[in-house]
């Protein structure tokens, strides 16, 4: 019955901006970390952020430093990431997922405990 669902994916030029969603059913997510990770075909899950729900701490992979910025709306129970300055690199299937807090491995993918289904993320001229 946990379900968490991405959107806000799509084509975008580079140097351009999208913001993805992570709308959760299920559960309370303003007392889960949320985590974004990517994957584009062929290569390993990779790690782009984590937010702790009770401290507010945030995580990033030095890739995306200064160009992505996670937040949450509550009362929406949706978790957000900002993607700026959007990069030809960039592209990958971008999913979001749960856990309780952002351990000190958060960007290895077997401790979250929910996934969702990913949003294509495409970056072309």
């Known amino acids: 019955q946990v379900q968490l669902v991405e959107s806000g994916g799509g084509l975008v030029q580079p140097g351009e901006s999208l913001r993805l969603s992570c709308t959760a059913s299920?559960?309370?997510?303003?007392?889960?970390?949320v985590a974004w990770f990517r994957q584009a075909p062929g290569k390993e899950r990779e790690g782009v952020s984590c937010?702790?729900?009770?401290?507010?701490?945030?995580y990033y992979a030095d890739s995306v430093k200064g160009r992505f910025a996670v937040s949450r709306d509550n009362a929406k129970n949706t978790g957000y990431l900002q993607m700026d300055t959007l990069k030809p690199e960039d592209p990958a299937v971008y999913y979001c997922?749960?856990?309780?807090?952002?351990?000190?491995?958060?960007?290895?993918?077997?401790?979250?405990?929910?996934w969702g289904q990913g949003t294509q993320v495409t970056v072309s001229a």
């Open positions: 997922a749960t856990d309780l807090i952002c351990g000190s491995n958060w960007y290895e993918a077997p401790p979250y405990h929910y």
């Open positions: 299920g559960l309370n997510l303003a007392g889960y970390a």
């Open positions: 937010e702790n729900p009770s401290t507010g701490d945030l």
